[in-house]
């Protein structure tokens, strides 16, 4: 999840912005060392299938219950030492599960299509038009019939959260209104090392669906 929620800069005095890596300097309190469990409760209901995809999978918990499961998984995340530390994860537990640094922006130069993709604390962090061209993404990579489960900051939680934005169910809805059915968006909880309570959340459910004005390149499958 190489996103910032209220993390102090590692670096104090440094006026640059926390980079990927830098959000891992210290353990940051999304890093709870097992699968959140909204997640971990799609995977039990097996809902989660085929080729999975983790966007902004961090140190790699929710790659490794899907290998778990016996599924061909995948991460993405741009913070280098998140990678190394779930590649470590991996090989402790005996599992094959890939690792890619790699742009969630950038899904459609993996040159490979996913049945699956689960995202937990990503999408929330974008802009406008990253979050355009994130679902943009998503559509290229996501195969016709395929699910995104998503994870994100509900405009329910109090307080402020640096770059992270607090979504609306509108939001959420304007942003997939193309090529996508939402199957469901409900209140959830992310688990943080910091709040027992934990973040109020919104756990997003959509299936990708063929349009006619599906653009050459989405992944059709």
């Not at 929620?5 to 005095?13: K, N």
């Not at 912005?17 to 995977?43: K, M, N, S, V």
């Not at 063929?210 to 059709?220: K, L, Q, Y």
Request: proline share 7%; net charge negative; glycine share 10%.
């Amino acid at each position: 999840m190489a996103g910032s929620v209220r993390y102090s800069h590692p670096h104090p005095g440094s006026t640059e912005p926390p980079g990927p890596d830098d959000l891992y300097a210290g353990p940051p309190p999304w890093d709870i060392g097992r699968p959140q469990p909204a997640f971990l409760e799609l995977a039990d209901s097996g809902v989660i299938r085929g080729r999975v995809l983790d966007v902004g999978c961090g140190t790699g918990e929710h790659v490794l219950m899907c290998a778990d499961l016996g599924l061909d998984a995948t991460g993405v995340d741009l913070a280098a030492r998140a990678l190394r530390a779930a590649e470590g994860k991996a090989r402790d537990r005996g599992h094959a599960a890939r690792f890619r640094l790699h742009d969630a922006r950038r899904l459609a130069d993996l040159g490979e299509s996913f049945d699956t993709v689960l995202d937990c604390g990503l999408f929330h962090i974008f802009d406008a038009d990253d979050r355009a061209a994130y679902v943009d993404s998503l559509r290229a990579v996501i195969c016709t019939g395929g699910r995104y489960f998503l994870l994100c900051f509900s405009d329910r939680q109090p307080g402020e959260w640096g770059r992270v934005h607090k979504l609306r169910r509108d939001e959420i809805e304007a942003s997939f209104a193309a090529g996508w059915r939402i199957d469901s968006i409900e209140p959830s909880t992310i688990d943080i090392t910091t709040d027992p309570d934990g973040i109020r959340a919104w756990l997003v459910a959509l299936t990708r669906i063929r349009t006619s004005e599906m653009p050459e390149g989405n992944a059709p499958c």
